[in-house]
């Protein structure tokens, strides 16, 4: 089959003959039809994480499933399909009750074993993992869920809890942060956006965000001071979707007393451990939840608001390119992430 490969880190991915994924026991081999392009998959080409190499990137997908293992009890052949990018194992106590974003023996298309920025790939544990789309959702839209725009789904929804009229601010408005943006604003919040970039609040206020603030050159402090007096106390629920030390901070100091934080954005290397100020999580009642990824458990209510429209996770699409343009994508992530709203890149393969 044809797939993009790199032999080592930062060695140029090519479009080459790859051998055909193996069907797992318990899981099947899916036809890729649509695939994102993320951070996540440059970072690991770059050596940011180990990976096995030679690898296929590619962990944001969809398509129909070609071949199923012998413990398959769920599924079968000519079933369109997505699945969540952290797949779990199926036999642990996590996953025993849906909690698979936490399985400690969690597998990742792309990351522990080849992705699908080819022809056909391998999925373990399908009975747990693999979530059926509903025929008015296509191939490219479920992609595009990929790992942001339900990843901010899970944040906003399970841990945030917005509701109606209260209060949402989204620190960081890349590809998760105007999902979360999208999201609030369908279930009835008022969104506050922050970003460096005016370029990324005017995604936002397309998206339906009721206010702004551009954080550039201010503190931690000063940016959560905006948001409390633009929110008049502070946000019921607040995100950190970029993954820094002062958006962390920022987030959780624009809080309402018994706000929500939930910690989105990854934090690496030197940022990882941030200071969180505990004495105003104790004062003020705060909670402080940290997000990763949403379970195949939680993909029916998402899909319903796609299904009937509420979200539109396609607007967030920039441009569609075929697999021979794969690799090419992922190289240009060599430039810094300008937070400039031109939006995810899906590759669809023909059916
Ligand atoms: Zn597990
Ligand atoms: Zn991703």
């Known amino acids: 089959m044809q797939a993009v490969v790199y032999a080592g880190y930062g060695e140029p991915p090519v479009l080459t003959d790859a051998p055909e994924p193996e069907c797992p026991s318990d899981g099947v081999v899916v036809a890729v039809r649509a695939t994102g392009v993320c951070r996540s998959d440059w970072h690991a080409w770059k050596g940011h994480e180990q990976v096995p190499l030679p690898q296929i990137p590619g962990h944001e997908l969809a398509g129909v499933i070609t071949e199923?293992?012998?413990?398959?009890?769920?599924?079968?052949?000519?079933?369109?399909?997505?699945?969540?990018?952290?797949?779990?194992c199926g036999r642990c106590e996590y996953c025993a009750v849906g909690e698979a974003q936490v399985c400690p023996h969690q597998t990742q298309p792309g990351f522990t074993g080849p992705g699908s920025y080819a022809e056909r790939v391998a999925l373990h544990a399908a009975d747990l993992n693999l979530v059926a789309l509903p025929d008015s959702v296509g191939f490219t839209a479920a992609a595009s869920l990929g790992c942001r725009f339900a990843t901010a789904f899970r944040a906003v929804t399970v841990h945030g809890g917005v509701g109606p009229g209260?209060?949402?601010?989204?620190?960081?408005?890349?590809?998760?942060?105007?999902?979360?943006?999208?999201?609030g604003v369908a279930l009835g919040a008022r969104v506050v956006a922050v970003d460096v970039a005016e370029a990324a609040l005017d995604a936002a206020r397309r998206l339906g965000a009721q206010a702004v603030v551009n954080s550039a050159g201010s503190g931690a402090s000063e940016t959560a001071a905006a948001v409390r007096e633009l929110t008049g106390g502070g946000a019921h629920v607040s995100l950190d979707a970029f993954g820094s030390a002062g958006t962390c901070a920022s987030s959780v100091r624009g809080l309402r007393r018994r706000g929500r934080h939930v910690q989105v954005g990854l934090l690496f290397g030197e940022a990882a451990t941030p200071p969180i100020p505990m004495d105003v999580v104790t004062a003020q009642e705060l909670a402080v939840y940290g997000s990763h990824g949403m379970p195949a458990r939680d993909y029916p209510q998402l899909l319903s608001m796609l299904a009937d429209?509420?979200?539109?996770?396609?607007?967030?699409?920039?441009?569609?390119?075929?697999?021979?343009?794969?690799?090419?994508?992922?190289?240009?992530?060599?430039?810094?992430?300008?937070?400039?709203g031109t939006g995810m890149t899906v590759v669809e393969l023909p059916g």
């Not at 199923?68 to 779990?88: I, M």
């Not at 601010?169 to 979360?180: N, P």
């Open 309 to 340: 429209g509420r979200l539109r996770p396609e607007e967030l699409i920039g441009e569609t390119i075929g697999l021979a343009q794969a690799p090419a994508a992922l190289a240009a992530m060599d430039e810094p992430a300008a937070a400039t």
């Open 166 to 183: 209260e209060w949402l601010a989204v620190h960081g408005c890349g590809g998760v942060g105007l999902s979360a943006v999208q999201i």
């Open 68 to 88: 199923t293992g012998p413990d398959v009890t769920r599924w079968n052949p000519g079933a369109r399909v997505t699945v969540p990018f952290v797949c779990g």
